[in-house]
């Protein structure tokens, strides 16, 4: 069975200041991708964004940077200069060829100005 | 273009009765799935639709819980004999297998409430 483990239910982040989103996940499979979603209170759930295992290179879109360690299976997140838009719950999320998303309990961000 | 959209957006039943809850995929996207959040916890996978293929059902927690998806596209997730334990926000998504991302767009979600 695959898990997603954060380790973090809450976590606090001066505006402008960057943070760290843990992840950790646990698989038998060699081909897998990651996701970090953005939820806000409104409900609806954001890609942030995703890494294939197979690629070495950390992905990063913007802000956000991943820090992807296959060995110690850990998949973490970076927000740099933090908005107050990025207060949301972030989930980290794997998926193998099977598709479905496995979960994370979630890290409920909040940035304080 | 128009993202994944869910019907209704909050439900209230009584416990016994039974609710059908609907999703829009995006346009073109061949999968389809059903997630359940409930209160404090992570996204719990439901069901699984892909093309014409047989829905992976795996993660269905009961008999009491159906869903179909027709003519590929719009999709009805089906609670029967609703129980309060039901409560919670049902999440679609939809992706473009063939794209090769596996990302998956998500809808606004159904908050159910079973009283």
């Known amino acids: 069975a695959q898990t997603v483990t954060q380790s973090q239910p809450e976590m606090s982040v001066q505006e402008a200041e960057t943070v760290t989103l843990s992840c950790t996940y646990d698989?038998?499979?060699?081909?897998?991708?990651l996701f970090w979603y953005k939820q806000p209170p409104s409900r609806q759930m954001i890609l942030v964004i995703r890494?294939?295992?197979?690629?070495?290179q950390n992905a990063t879109e913007n802000r956000f940077s991943v820090n992807f360690q296959k060995a110690a299976k850990s998949f973490s997140l970076k927000i740099s200069d933090s908005q107050l838009g990025d207060t949301a719950m972030y989930f980290c999320?794997?998926?193998?060829?099977?598709?479905?998303?496995?979960f994370g309990k979630g890290t409920s961000l909040l940035v304080t100005p | 273009g128009a993202g994944v959209s869910q019907s209704p957006s909050n439900k209230v039943t009584e416990k016994g009765k039974d609710v059908e809850l609907r999703c829009d995929p995006i346009?073109?996207?061949?999968?389809l799935y059903w997630y359940r959040q409930s209160l404090g916890q992570g996204l719990e996978f439901l069901i699984y639709?892909?093309?014409?293929?047989?829905?992976?059902k795996s993660g269905l927690p009961s008999d009491r819980f159906s869903a179909e998806r027709t003519g590929g596209s719009v999709s009805t997730l089906t609670i029967q004999r609703t129980q309060q334990e039901d409560s919670a926000v049902y999440l679609c998504?939809?992706?473009?297998?063939?794209?090769?991302?596996?990302?998956?767009?998500f809808g606004p979600g159904t908050r159910l409430t079973v009283l």
């Open positions: 998504a939809s992706s473009l297998r063939s794209s090769g991302r596996h990302e998956q767009f």
């Open positions: 890494q294939e295992a197979y690629k070495q």
């Open positions: 999320a794997f998926a193998n060829s099977g598709y479905a998303l496995n």
């Open positions: 346009s073109g996207h061949t999968a």
């Open positions: 698989t038998s499979e060699n081909n897998y991708y």
């Open positions: 639709f892909q093309g014409n293929s047989a829905p992976d």
